[in-house]
């Protein structure tokens, strides 16, 4: 999977922060970290991540960010 520099940060940010505080970060959270105006922006990342296969996007939950097995393990 090819994923754009700013594409990459996001998933080692997703990815520290789920072993540092044991949940994933909400969409804010990357908002701020980022310091994207809207978290749009953040969704709209997250959702490319899903789209490449990086993450797994769960509906309707805050924390709804997963990583695949593989990555996980």
Not at 24 to 44: H, Y
Not at 51 to 64: E, F, Y
């Amino acid at each position: 999977m090819r994923l754009t520099s700013r594409q990459s940060e996001v998933l080692e940010f997703v990815r520290g922060y789920l072993h540092e505080h044991g949940m994933p970060p909400t969409r804010n959270d990357i908002r701020l970290k980022f310091g994207f105006s809207s978290m749009n922006a953040a969704e709209d990342h997250l959702k490319a991540l899903a789209r490449k296969g990086a993450v797994i996007l769960i509906p309707g939950i805050s924390r709804g960010i997963r990583l695949p097995a593989s990555e996980a393990a």
